[in-house]
C-alpha cells in the first residue's frame, strides 16, 4: 500500500532554514510525480511544490518560489524540500503525496516564530 513518512520539521527563527524528507514506499516511486503540499488551521490545503519523476522540472507556487526547493532520490525512495529564508506564513504541517490521492500521513509540523 502507499505511505508517506515525512520528517524533519521543527521550530525555526523568521529568516532561518530547515529541510524535510518524506521516504515513500508501496508503488514504484521512480515513476511518479510527487508534491509537498501544506496546510494550516483555517486555511485551506496548499500545494508548494512538486516534482517529474526525472527531477528535472520542479515547479513551485508563488508564496515559495525562490525560497524553497524541491529533489528527489530515485534510488532512496525519497523526496526533500529546502526551505530558506522562511517566514511566520511558512507554518503549516507539511505533507508529500501523490497527485489525486486523497489519503494522508501525519506529515510534519514546521513552525516560524517571528
Known amino acids: 500500500q502507499v505511505q508517506f513518512v515525512e520528517s524533519g520539521g521543527g521550530l525555526v527563527q523568521s529568516g532561518g532554514s530547515l529541510g524535510l524528507s518524506c521516504a515513500a514506499s508501496g508503488f514504484t516511486f521512480s515513476m511518479y510525480v510527487i508534491m509537498w503540499y501544506r496546510q494550516s488551521p483555517g486555511k485551506e490545503r496548499e500545494l508548494v511544490a512538486q516534482?517529474?519523476?526525472?527531477?528535472?522540472?520542479?515547479t513551485y507556487a508563488d508564496s515559495v518560489k525562490g525560497r524553497f526547493t524541491i529533489s528527489r532520490d530515485n534510488a532512496k525512495n525519497t523526496v526533500y524540500l529546502q526551505m530558506s529564508n522562511l517566514k511566520p506564513e511558512d507554518t503549516a504541517v507539511y505533507h508529500c503525496?501523490?497527485?489525486?490521492?486523497?489519503?494522508w500521513g501525519q506529515g510534519t509540523q514546521v513552525t516560524v516564530s517571528s
Open positions: 516534482i517529474t519523476p526525472s527531477g528535472k522540472t520542479p
Open positions: 503525496n501523490l497527485a489525486a490521492r486523497d489519503e
